[in-house]
């Protein structure tokens, strides 16, 4: 019992530090003899991913009926907290899974998703939505070429590549400090 509330309190010690903006050295990622890129906000985003897919647990612990979540969830490895999804099921306005097939609109030679005539309309006339951020490497992607996963909660994440989809969750190390590392 001592032993998790440890770690308990050292996760929360750690997130905190991270929420302040406060920049760990040797907790980063960049290529060879490039200025290494902060894994400050990747590491944050991965947190709140494993918060939610640790909430998903526990809301279907409660829908069977079992007060005790099973602690086995609790050390599945990163790589299960996000699932790829096909980008005709992601609302790209509203960057949420639907789960069910959204609008093709044909843009510059790129197919985006979405429904509902407000959302087209956004689409097309707000170049911006159709971007996102690269969680791990900071980049400006077009989410008609992104890898698209979701978390527990729906949310989508777009990725520039698969490779770069591996790099993020190997920042969740279980045995380095804090629990995050550098890839590998």
Do not use: C
Not at 14 to 21: H, I, K, P, Q
Not at 146 to 151: G, H, K, L, S
């Amino acid at each position: 019992m001592r032993k998790g509330k440890i770690k308990r309190i050292a996760i929360m010690v750690a997130f905190s530090t991270l929420a302040a903006g406060i920049s760990l050295s040797g907790y980063s990622y960049g290529a060879e003899g490039a200025k290494p890129a902060d894994n400050t906000q990747a590491i944050l985003i991965l947190e709140s991913v494993r918060q939610n897919y640790l909430a998903q647990v526990r809301l279907e612990s409660l829908r069977m009926k079992n007060t005790m979540p099973a602690m086995s969830h609790a050390d599945n490895p990163a790589n299960v907290w996000l699932k790829r999804v096909m980008p005709s099921e992601v609302n790209m306005v509203t960057n949420r899974y639907t789960n069910q097939p959204q609008s093709a609109i044909r843009m510059n030679g790129k197919v985006y998703y979405t429904s509902g005539e407000p959302y087209i309309m956004t689409l097309k006339e707000n170049p911006s939505i159709r971007f996102a951020k690269d969680p791990i490497t900071g980049m400006a992607i077009d989410k008609a070429e992104a890898a698209i996963y979701i978390d527990a909660s729906g949310r989508a994440l777009y990725f520039s590549t698969d490779d770069s989809f591996k790099n993020f969750i190997a920042l969740a190390e279980s045995d380095t400090a804090f629990g995050y590392s550098k890839p590998k």
